[in-house]
């Protein structure tokens, strides 16, 4: 079993930076790949970003392309997500993932542990 909890998030302006920690605990993700899905208030999860077992690849949604940064620390079983030029819509409940296998993926149910949530306020 694979506990997940995420912290970083919260009140930023918009323009403004947030990083996203996701710790992993019970067991080694190292060999997994790992992602960051967000869901605002009345709409679906969505996904933000995923990257590989190794940390080689990363996979990101279009609208974060070239703000987000995902990244990984195998060591200390922790996954990072550097959010630059935040925007009013990336006001959500971020979520960080783990998924069954080694290789990046957007699909929901490839990830089998999911965290809490960590709540991102972008003001305008």
């Known amino acids: 079993q694979v506990q997940l909890v995420e912290s970083g998030g919260g009140l930023v302006q918009a323009g403004g930076s947030l990083r996203l920690s996701c710790a992993a605990s019970g067991r080694t993700v190292s060999s997994y790949a790992m992602g960051w899905f967000r869901q605002a208030p009345g709409k679906e999860r969505e996904f933000v970003a995923a990257?590989?077992?190794?940390?080689?690849?990363?996979l990101y949604a279009d609208s974060v392309k070239g703000r987000f940064t995902f990244s990984r620390v195998n060591a200390k079983n922790t996954v990072y997500l550097q959010m630059d030029s935040l925007k009013p819509e990336d006001t959500a409940a971020y979520y960080c993932?783990?998924?069954?296998?080694?290789?990046?993926?957007?699909?929901?149910?490839?990830?089998?542990?999911w965290g809490q949530g960590t709540q991102v306020t972008v003001s305008s």
């Open positions: 993932a783990a998924a069954r296998g080694p290789l990046v993926t957007t699909r929901t149910y490839e990830y089998d542990y």
């Open positions: 990257i590989s077992w190794s940390g080689d690849s990363t």
